[in-house]
């Protein structure tokens, strides 16, 4: 069988396969290039292409049409991201001899600043969230979320078992299946402690009904087993417009870039946050740094004795 032979679901399927065996890559990832790639071969179909013979220029073509469609500058590097990566894996199975997409030059990220929140925001958020339906349970997630800087996904899939003992410190499973130690604030180790009474009461009234107990912190009746990250993404969004924020400006990563930005600015160092965040390079967090100029150069000008005017003299 040819490469041309093969259909376009194939080479998706086999280069996601890889990346999972290869890279150990985590599977938001792999739905992402699945979500990209299959953009592409909607793009390609119709015109009776094929990733076997499509061109460099039927590349930049399809990139000139996402930017049409209004398409981020990161989404289009993104998926600029994907295909590349896809004719690599194809080049080293043998399937084509070059990668036409190799010498393409994304748009660039945007540089723009996280969006982050105040920390009286974040108060009544959590004010919020402890107030509505299923207080315990939506306090805890809160509390756990904004304590730890956790992503959403590693906060709603959190085994039940993590939070036994009363523990001083999470163990969680970041990308990649790589793990780390976050610590709790005392209004966390609360909020969990709680919600753990609740959520164990009820685990044992499913088990008596003929259910099965949960493995799951934050069990649910779905697929999963546990709270998704879309139901989560719609319950902060809930607490926002009840605690007087705007829902725009508030999403489960916003917590995280509060829970940043806030550590640095009581002094928490650089390599500390970026530990608790899981980011595999300082350089990434380094960009909260940024969001405090604005703090840090006011400070300098108030206290710096070289700021002085000439009649404080």
């Not at 061109?55 to 990139?63: A, F, G």
């Given at each position: 069988?040819?490469?041309?032979?093969?259909?376009?679901?194939?080479?998706?399927?086999?280069?996601?396969?890889?990346?999972?065996?290869?890279?150990?890559?985590?599977?938001?990832?792999?739905?992402?290039y699945a979500r990209d790639l299959n953009d592409f071969v909607g793009w390609l179909a119709p015109k009776a292409l094929h990733f076997a013979d499509a061109t460099q220029d039927h590349v930049e073509s399809y990139?000139?049409?996402?930017?049409?469609?209004?398409?981020?500058?990161?989404?289009?590097?993104?998926?600029?991201s994907a295909i590349k990566q896809i004719y690599r894996f194809a080049f080293e199975e043998g399937w084509r001899g070059d990668n036409p997409a190799i010498r393409i030059k994304g748009p660039g990220k945007s540089?723009?600043?996280?969006?982050?929140?105040?920390?009286?925001?974040?108060?009544?958020?959590?004010?919020?969230?402890?107030?509505?339906?299923?207080?315990?349970?939506?306090?805890?997630?809160?509390?756990?979320?904004?304590?730890?800087?956790?992503?959403?996904?590693?906060?709603?899939?959190?085994?039940?078992?993590?939070?036994?003992?009363?523990?001083?410190?999470?163990?969680?499973?970041?990308?990649?299946?790589?793990?780390?130690?976050?610590?709790?604030?005392?209004?966390?180790?609360?909020?969990?402690?709680?919600?753990?009474?609740?959520?164990?009461?009820?685990?044992?009234?499913?088990?008596?009904?003929?259910?099965?107990?949960?493995?799951?912190?934050?069990?649910?009746?779905?697929?999963?087993?546990?709270?998704?990250?879309?139901?989560?993404?719609?319950?902060?969004?809930?607490?926002?417009?009840?605690?007087g924020v705007s829902p725009a400006s508030v999403t489960p990563h916003t917590l995280r870039h509060a829970f940043a930005t806030h550590l640095l600015a009581g002094g928490a160092d650089l390599r500390s946050i970026?530990?608790?965040?899981?980011?595999?390079?300082?350089?990434?967090?380094?960009?909260?740094?940024?969001?405090?100029?604005?703090?840090?150069?006011?400070?300098?000008?108030?206290?710096?004795?070289?700021?002085?005017?000439?009649?404080?003299?």
């Amino acid at each position: 069988m040819t490469a041309a032979d093969r259909p376009m679901a194939h080479w998706v399927q086999s280069f996601l396969e890889a990346q999972a065996a290869e890279l150990d890559a985590a599977t938001n990832t792999q739905l992402a290039y699945a979500r990209d790639l299959n953009d592409f071969v909607g793009w390609l179909a119709p015109k009776a292409l094929h990733f076997a013979d499509a061109t460099q220029d039927h590349v930049e073509s399809y990139l000139v049409e996402c930017g049409a469609q209004g398409l981020a500058a990161s989404t289009r590097a993104r998926r600029l991201s994907a295909i590349k990566q896809i004719y690599r894996f194809a080049f080293e199975e043998g399937w084509r001899g070059d990668n036409p997409a190799i010498r393409i030059k994304g748009p660039g990220k945007s540089k723009a600043l996280p969006k982050t929140l105040t920390v009286a925001e974040v108060e009544r958020l959590l004010t919020a969230a402890a107030a509505s339906r299923d207080g315990p349970r939506n306090s805890c997630l809160m509390e756990l979320l904004y304590a730890t800087g956790m992503r959403v996904t590693e906060l709603v899939s959190l085994p039940v078992s993590a939070a036994r003992g009363d523990p001083a410190m999470l163990l969680v499973r970041g990308k990649g299946g790589k793990e780390r130690m976050v610590p709790l604030s005392p209004s966390a180790k609360t909020a969990m402690a709680a919600w753990l009474i609740a959520r164990d009461a009820a685990d044992e009234a499913s088990v008596k009904n003929g259910g099965t107990a949960s493995r799951f912190l934050f069990p649910s009746r779905g697929k999963a087993g546990h709270l998704t990250r879309h139901r989560f993404f719609g319950l902060i969004k809930e607490f926002a417009v009840a605690a007087g924020v705007s829902p725009a400006s508030v999403t489960p990563h916003t917590l995280r870039h509060a829970f940043a930005t806030h550590l640095l600015a009581g002094g928490a160092d650089l390599r500390s946050i970026q530990t608790m965040l899981g980011h595999a390079d300082v350089a990434t967090t380094e960009i909260y740094t940024h969001v405090l100029d604005e703090r840090l150069t006011d400070l300098v000008l108030q206290h710096h004795p070289l700021s002085r005017s000439k009649s404080d003299d």
